[in-house]
Protein backbone atom coordinates (compact mmCIF):
# COMPACT_ATOMS: atom_id res chain seq x y z
CA UNK A 1 0.00 0.00 0.00
CA UNK A 2 0.91 3.89 -0.35
CA UNK A 3 1.17 5.41 2.83
CA UNK A 4 0.79 9.27 2.61
CA UNK A 5 1.82 11.26 5.24
CA UNK A 6 1.39 14.99 4.81
CA UNK A 7 2.93 18.08 7.08
CA UNK A 8 2.44 19.80 9.28
CA UNK A 9 -0.64 18.79 10.85
CA UNK A 10 -2.16 21.76 11.83
CA UNK A 11 -0.86 24.98 11.26
CA UNK A 12 -2.01 28.76 12.00
CA UNK A 13 -1.28 31.30 9.72
CA UNK A 14 -2.77 34.47 9.11
CA UNK A 15 -4.80 36.41 6.13
CA UNK A 16 -2.34 37.22 3.18
CA UNK A 17 0.14 34.09 4.24
CA UNK A 18 1.62 32.32 1.89
CA UNK A 19 0.85 28.53 3.04
CA UNK A 20 2.40 25.57 1.80
CA UNK A 21 1.95 21.73 2.86
CA UNK A 22 3.73 18.63 2.08
CA UNK A 23 2.36 15.30 1.27
CA UNK A 24 4.62 12.50 0.93
CA UNK A 25 4.14 9.18 -0.49
CA UNK A 26 6.06 5.96 0.69
CA UNK A 27 6.13 5.23 -3.01
CA UNK A 28 6.08 6.66 -6.21
CA UNK A 29 2.68 7.81 -7.24
CA UNK A 30 3.68 9.73 -10.45
CA UNK A 31 1.34 12.61 -11.13
CA UNK A 32 -1.85 10.77 -10.07
CA UNK A 33 -2.09 13.24 -6.54
CA UNK A 34 -4.87 14.90 -5.54
CA UNK A 35 -6.07 17.78 -2.99
CA UNK A 36 -9.11 18.26 -1.15
CA UNK A 37 -10.64 20.84 1.26
CA UNK A 38 -12.71 19.64 3.43
CA UNK A 39 -14.93 22.13 6.00
CA UNK A 40 -16.65 21.75 9.41
CA UNK A 41 -19.88 19.61 9.15
CA UNK A 42 -19.38 19.58 5.38
CA UNK A 43 -18.15 16.70 2.71
CA UNK A 44 -14.78 17.25 0.90
CA UNK A 45 -14.29 19.09 -2.25
CA UNK A 46 -11.47 18.83 -4.62
CA UNK A 47 -9.21 21.34 -5.15
CA UNK A 48 -6.60 20.12 -7.32
CA UNK A 49 -6.11 17.28 -9.35
CA UNK A 50 -3.19 15.07 -11.15
CA UNK A 51 -1.16 17.20 -8.90
CA UNK A 52 -1.67 20.34 -10.53
CA UNK A 53 -4.90 20.96 -12.62
CA UNK A 54 -7.35 23.63 -10.65
CA UNK A 55 -10.49 22.25 -10.48
CA UNK A 56 -12.76 24.80 -12.38
CA UNK A 57 -14.35 26.98 -9.50
CA UNK A 58 -11.12 26.80 -7.15
CA UNK A 59 -9.85 30.38 -6.31
CA UNK A 60 -6.52 30.59 -8.50
CA UNK A 61 -4.51 31.19 -5.11
CA UNK A 62 -4.46 27.17 -4.90
CA UNK A 63 -1.65 25.68 -6.78
CA UNK A 64 0.07 22.20 -6.54
CA UNK A 65 3.23 20.95 -7.36
CA UNK A 66 5.52 18.23 -7.26
CA UNK A 67 5.82 13.98 -8.84
CA UNK A 68 6.84 11.18 -7.49
CA UNK A 69 7.08 11.39 -3.47
CA UNK A 70 6.22 14.59 -2.90
CA UNK A 71 3.58 16.80 -3.40
CA UNK A 72 3.15 20.31 -2.31
CA UNK A 73 0.27 22.53 -1.67
CA UNK A 74 0.18 26.30 -1.98
CA UNK A 75 -2.06 28.72 -1.36
CA UNK A 76 -0.16 32.18 -2.32
CA UNK A 77 -2.75 34.34 -0.18
CA UNK A 78 -4.53 33.03 2.45
CA UNK A 79 -7.98 34.10 3.13
CA UNK A 80 -10.23 33.96 5.89
CA UNK A 81 -12.46 31.06 4.04
CA UNK A 82 -9.98 29.14 3.44
CA UNK A 83 -9.81 27.77 6.99
CA UNK A 84 -10.54 23.59 6.64
CA UNK A 85 -8.77 20.64 6.66
CA UNK A 86 -6.95 19.59 3.81
CA UNK A 87 -5.97 15.38 2.11
CA UNK A 88 -4.13 14.62 -0.25
CA UNK A 89 -4.99 11.28 -2.22
CA UNK A 90 -3.52 9.34 -4.25
CA UNK A 91 -4.99 7.68 -7.11
CA UNK A 92 -2.05 5.46 -9.06
CA UNK A 93 -2.92 2.68 -7.53
CA UNK A 94 -5.07 0.39 -5.36
CA UNK A 95 -5.97 0.58 -2.57
CA UNK A 96 -6.81 4.40 -2.73
CA UNK A 97 -5.00 5.85 0.04
CA UNK A 98 -5.18 9.17 1.73
CA UNK A 99 -2.93 11.55 3.71
CA UNK A 100 -3.98 11.96 7.46
CA UNK A 101 -4.93 15.76 6.91
CA UNK A 102 -4.01 19.16 7.83
CA UNK A 103 -6.15 21.53 9.90
CA UNK A 104 -5.44 24.87 8.79
CA UNK A 105 -6.44 27.84 11.05
CA UNK A 106 -6.82 31.27 10.38
CA UNK A 107 -5.15 33.21 13.21
CA UNK B 1 -25.71 20.04 -11.69
CA UNK B 2 -25.07 16.19 -10.42
CA UNK B 3 -25.96 15.28 -6.97
CA UNK B 4 -25.52 12.46 -4.57
CA UNK B 5 -27.95 11.55 -1.81
CA UNK B 6 -27.53 9.30 0.76
CA UNK B 7 -29.20 6.79 2.69
CA UNK B 8 -30.00 3.87 5.07
CA UNK B 9 -27.12 4.62 7.95
CA UNK B 10 -28.12 4.14 11.43
CA UNK B 11 -27.08 2.27 14.55
CA UNK B 12 -26.55 -1.61 14.22
CA UNK B 13 -25.02 -3.97 16.54
CA UNK B 14 -21.51 -5.46 16.32
CA UNK B 15 -22.10 -8.26 13.89
CA UNK B 16 -25.13 -6.86 12.50
CA UNK B 17 -25.84 -5.54 9.07
CA UNK B 18 -26.81 -2.45 6.85
CA UNK B 19 -27.19 -1.85 3.20
CA UNK B 20 -26.26 2.04 2.20
CA UNK B 21 -28.17 3.19 -0.83
CA UNK B 22 -27.09 6.43 -2.85
CA UNK B 23 -29.93 8.05 -5.35
CA UNK B 24 -28.02 9.80 -8.02
CA UNK B 25 -29.24 12.89 -10.36
CA UNK B 26 -28.17 15.73 -12.94
CA UNK B 27 -25.82 13.48 -14.71
CA UNK B 28 -25.50 10.79 -16.57
CA UNK B 29 -25.12 8.24 -13.80
CA UNK B 30 -24.15 4.86 -15.57
CA UNK B 31 -21.20 6.53 -17.64
CA UNK B 32 -19.47 7.31 -14.03
CA UNK B 33 -17.04 4.65 -12.20
CA UNK B 34 -18.38 5.51 -8.18
CA UNK B 35 -17.00 4.80 -4.81
CA UNK B 36 -17.50 5.01 -1.15
CA UNK B 37 -15.28 7.15 1.01
CA UNK B 38 -16.02 7.23 4.59
CA UNK B 39 -14.76 9.26 8.41
CA UNK B 40 -15.11 8.11 11.28
CA UNK B 41 -15.78 10.78 13.82
CA UNK B 42 -13.10 13.20 14.19
CA UNK B 43 -11.14 11.20 11.92
CA UNK B 44 -9.88 11.79 8.29
CA UNK B 45 -11.02 10.41 5.55
CA UNK B 46 -10.76 6.32 4.10
CA UNK B 47 -11.43 4.69 0.60
CA UNK B 48 -13.63 2.13 1.08
CA UNK B 49 -14.74 0.54 -2.42
CA UNK B 50 -14.92 1.57 -5.93
CA UNK B 51 -16.99 0.19 -8.63
CA UNK B 52 -16.87 0.40 -12.32
CA UNK B 53 -19.67 1.79 -14.72
CA UNK B 54 -21.72 -1.25 -15.55
CA UNK B 55 -20.74 -2.89 -11.99
CA UNK B 56 -19.10 -5.84 -13.07
CA UNK B 57 -15.92 -4.55 -11.31
CA UNK B 58 -15.18 -3.53 -7.72
CA UNK B 59 -12.67 -2.75 -5.44
CA UNK B 60 -12.06 -2.24 -1.73
CA UNK B 61 -10.00 -1.67 1.24
CA UNK B 62 -8.71 -4.68 2.90
CA UNK B 63 -10.41 -4.07 5.99
CA UNK B 64 -13.65 -4.43 4.79
CA UNK B 65 -13.13 -7.36 1.57
CA UNK B 66 -15.61 -10.16 2.67
CA UNK B 67 -17.83 -8.01 4.43
CA UNK B 68 -18.81 -5.29 2.28
CA UNK B 69 -20.11 -5.46 -1.22
CA UNK B 70 -20.62 -2.14 -3.33
CA UNK B 71 -23.42 -2.28 -6.36
CA UNK B 72 -25.41 -0.74 -8.69
CA UNK B 73 -28.46 -0.34 -10.92
CA UNK B 74 -27.44 2.07 -13.61
CA UNK B 75 -31.70 1.78 -14.37
CA UNK B 76 -32.46 2.95 -11.38
CA UNK B 77 -29.69 5.58 -11.00
CA UNK B 78 -28.52 4.11 -7.48
CA UNK B 79 -25.25 3.45 -5.80
CA UNK B 80 -25.47 0.30 -2.73
CA UNK B 81 -23.47 -0.49 -0.21
CA UNK B 82 -24.17 -4.43 1.73
CA UNK B 83 -22.34 -3.94 4.89
CA UNK B 84 -22.63 -7.25 6.62
CA UNK B 85 -20.29 -8.61 10.15
CA UNK B 86 -20.17 -4.91 11.03
CA UNK B 87 -17.67 -3.83 13.45
CA UNK B 88 -16.93 -1.15 15.81
CA UNK B 89 -14.45 0.30 13.76
CA UNK B 90 -16.67 0.34 10.82
CA UNK B 91 -18.19 3.18 12.43
CA UNK B 92 -17.87 6.37 10.25
CA UNK B 93 -20.62 9.10 8.10
CA UNK B 94 -20.09 7.18 4.58
CA UNK B 95 -19.86 9.42 1.68
CA UNK B 96 -20.86 8.55 -1.73
CA UNK B 97 -18.76 9.84 -4.58
CA UNK B 98 -18.71 10.31 -8.20
CA UNK B 99 -15.32 9.59 -10.25
CA UNK B 100 -13.97 11.64 -12.80
CA UNK B 101 -11.49 10.83 -15.43
CA UNK B 102 -8.89 13.58 -16.28
CA UNK B 103 -5.96 13.03 -18.62
CA UNK B 104 -4.42 9.77 -19.44
CA UNK B 105 -4.65 7.30 -16.15
CA UNK B 106 -5.46 10.31 -13.69
CA UNK B 107 -9.12 10.70 -11.71
CA UNK B 108 -10.29 11.86 -8.76
CA UNK B 109 -13.53 12.17 -6.53
CA UNK B 110 -15.45 14.76 -7.98
CA UNK B 111 -18.68 14.67 -6.82
CA UNK B 112 -19.77 13.82 -3.31
CA UNK B 113 -23.18 13.19 -1.05
CA UNK B 114 -23.39 14.85 2.18
CA UNK B 115 -22.77 11.05 3.84
CA UNK B 116 -24.69 9.11 5.82
CA UNK B 117 -24.01 8.20 9.57
CA UNK B 118 -23.36 4.28 10.48
CA UNK B 119 -23.28 3.62 14.46
CA UNK B 120 -22.08 0.61 15.64
CA UNK B 121 -22.73 -0.57 18.89
CA UNK B 122 -24.54 -2.89 21.32
Known amino acids: DIQMTQSPSSLSASVGDRVTITCRASQSCYTSLNWYQQKPGKSPEVLIH???TLQGGVPSRFSGSGSGTDFILTISSLQPEDSATYYC?????????FGQGTRLEIK | EGQLVESGGGLVQPGGSLRLSCAAS????????MSWVRQAPGKGLEWVAN????????FYVDSVKGRFTSSRDNAENSLFLQMDNLRADDAAVYYC???????????????WGRGTLVTVSS
Open chain 2, 26 to 33: GFTFSNYW
Open chain 1, 89 to 97: QQSYTFPIT
Open chain 2, 51 to 58: INEVGSAA
Open chain 1, 50 to 52: ATS
Open chain 2, 97 to 111: VGIRFGKVNHWHFDL
